[in-house]
């Protein structure tokens, strides 16, 4: 019994690593698989057929032969219309929306306005979206797992502080999985756009990679020998709540002024106010005042930039991360301010390569589609790199 239960395991495991391979190119056939995995390629087609089955995978026809010719092979790819994943980012004022065919593709993204609503009036609004997906998408087996992506802490999928959003008495998982039978998973949003960065993006294959998020709060998303790491309650990178210390007052006189309290993006946004004496002002109304040349509006973000190059220098000597990604659609609007942040990182004497990543407003929903994939096939501990 024991020998069965080795060769069981054995068994699943090579499943996987035969689905990893699939998700990990656009095509591939069996005599690659069986060449990357070093297994007999009669195995590989026993496992293949197995996936087939569960819908997971289909042929595409024949693929280029060989130098030396021969039979040409036949090519293997995910099935994309299998199913679908929905990723929500409940943000201050928006929600975005995110729909993933189950290889990975987008099948839309949009953003809602919830300015102003409560959270009983977003939870509509989220099952409008949901009802809506059924009606647009169309795939086998229909919907597999949504998740939501949290501007706060997240530890066993369950919120344990959401400053941005009042989500007191609200059982997300509860409602959602009972609602529509599927996985639903809650993950805070900067360790989702790390996910992204390691499984969409690829980081060179260095392992231990740091990812800065700056939105309404800062926060940082940490892996860490290729996992995310969660730390203490869900409490790992937390840094937007490190607190400010200025030249010539105590600890207490500051009022324990948190770091995001003066560089997040909604931070910069009110000193530009302030500055400008406006009643309203929004990211795109920064980017016109930068691109008008207001100096005013300028010597702001430049500090901004030095600010960013501090939390990321002392966060990295912490850490010592290989590589630094910064996630912050204020700064993929106006491209400069990753000059002068990389520059101050320099004289600060930051050592890492630091990044802007791309496609800031997929990030955290990306992210959220890889996270349900791995749990909705079991494979949590398997690297997945979603072919281009």
């Known amino acids: 019994m024991k020998q069965l239960k080795t060769q069981d395991l054995l068994h699943q495991r090579n499943t996987k690593l035969v689905l990893r391979e699939m998700l990990n190119h656009q095509a ?19 496992l293949y057929s197995e996936l ?7 042929e595409i026809g024949a693929g280029e032969s060989t130098k030396v010719g021969g039979r040409r092979p036949v090519m293997l790819k995910i099935n994309a219309r299998h199913g679908y994943f929905l990723s929500f980012d409940l943000g201050f004022n928006h929600l975005h929306v995110m729909a993933n065919y189950f290889n990975g593709d987008v099948v839309y993204f949009h953003r809602i306005s919830t300015r102003g609503e409560a959270i009983q009036q977003i939870l509509a609004a989220i099952d409008n979206e949901i009802q809506k997906a059924f009606q647009k998408i169309q795939t ?9 992506s949290v501007h706060g802490v997240v ?13 007191r008495g609200v059982d997300l998982v509860a409602n959602f999985s009972a609602k ?7 993950e805070n949003e900067a360790n989702l756009a790390a996910i992204y960065e390691r499984d969409f993006n690829g980081t060179d294959g260095k392992e231990n990679i740091l990812m800065v998020s700056i939105h309404k709060g800062i926060g940082a998303g940490i892996i860490w020998n290729n996992q995310l790491y969660r730390g203490f309650n869900g409490t790992a990178g937390e840094i937007g709540r490190s607190l400010m210390v200025t030249d010539g007052n105590s600890a207490g006189s500051d009022k324990g002024q948190k770091v995001e309290d003066y560089c997040s993006e909604d931070a910069i946004i009110d000193q530009i106010k302030e500055k400008k004496k406006l009643a309203h002002l929004v990211r795109d109304d920064v980017v016109k005042l930068d691109q008008a040349n207001d100096t005013e509006v300028q010597t702001i973000l430049a500090n901004f930039s030095v600010a960013i190059a501090r939390i990321i220098f002392n966060v990295a000597t912490t850490l010592a991360p ?6 912050s659609p204020l700064i993929e609007a106006i491209p400069r301010l990753m000059d002068q942040i ?16 791309n496609n800031s407003s997929y990030a955290t929903m990306l992210g959220g589609c890889s996270l349900l994939l791995h749990q909705v096939l079991d494979m949590e501990d398997f690297d997945l790199h979603f072919a281009d």
């Open 180 to 186: 529509y039978a599927v996985p639903v998973v809650l």
């Open 342 to 357: 990389k520059s101050a990182g320099s004289q600060l004497g930051i050592q890492q390569p630091v990044k802007l990543t």
């Open 52 to 58: 087939e089955k569960k819908g997971y995978t289909v």
């Open 155 to 167: 530890s066993n999928n369950t919120v344990v502080t959401s400053p941005w959003v009042d989500l």
């Open 140 to 148: 086998e087996t229909g919907l597999l797992g949504i998740c939501f």
């Open 28 to 46: 591939i056939s069996r005599v690659d698989i069986a060449r990357q995995l070093r297994l007999n390629k009669s195995t590989v087609s026993s």
């Open 322 to 327: 290989e590589a630094i990604y910064i996630n």
